[in-house]
């Protein structure tokens, strides 16, 4: 992704700053202190992908990650954004979200949120087997940080009880 000079570049770390702080309106604001013919640069567009999705404005999101892939096909980030927000727009699914970031697991190995998020969507689909081969994929990259996203999240719940 290409990167932004002063003083638009420190927007966009101020509005990622207010996101942290759990302010998405004043994340939008800094935002729009940008020069208009700026706005549109995939940096300040990804950090209003940010805004749209702790917002959880599916749609827009959605969109506007799409767009981003095709820009930046490189940004594993934005695919998973894609994938995400596609499956909680309005007539989304996880069987689309998976069709999206399927493929980007042989784009990115090293990636292993990719792998992780494949298999939580296996495991809604009723597919345990392959989550339980794709997460423990994303286990010999991610190591303990799987694990620890692993353990409490209620899409791998159904591996949990399959365990038990």
């Known amino acids: 992704m290409d990167t932004l000079e002063p003083p638009a570049s420190h927007h966009v770390i101020a509005a990622l700053g207010w996101l942290e702080l759990g302010n998405p309106t004043e994340a939008l604001a800094e935002l729009q202190r940008i020069e ?3 706005r549109s640069q995939p940096a300040v567009q990804a950090a209003r992908l940010d805004c749209l999705m702790v917002t959880k404005q599916w749609d827009d999101a959605a969109k506007l990650a799409k767009s981003l ?46 792998g ?39 899409d791998l719940a159904p591996l949990r009880k399959d365990d038990s």
Request: charged letters at 25%.
């Open 36 to 38: 208009p013919e700026l």
């Open 69 to 114: 892939c095709a820009q930046c096909p490189k940004e594993a980030g934005l695919w998973l954004h894609y994938a995400y927000s596609t499956r909680r727009r309005a007539g989304g699914s996880i069987e689309q979200a998976y069709k999206i970031l399927e493929p980007m697991q042989a784009i990115f190995p090293d990636e292993w949120l990719i």
């Open 116 to 154: 992780y998020n494949l298999a939580c969507y296996l495991c809604q689909m009723n597919r345990l087997g392959e989550a339980e081969e794709i997460l423990a994929e994303a286990r010999t990259v991610g190591g303990a940080k799987v694990d620890q996203l692993a353990d409490s999240d209620e």
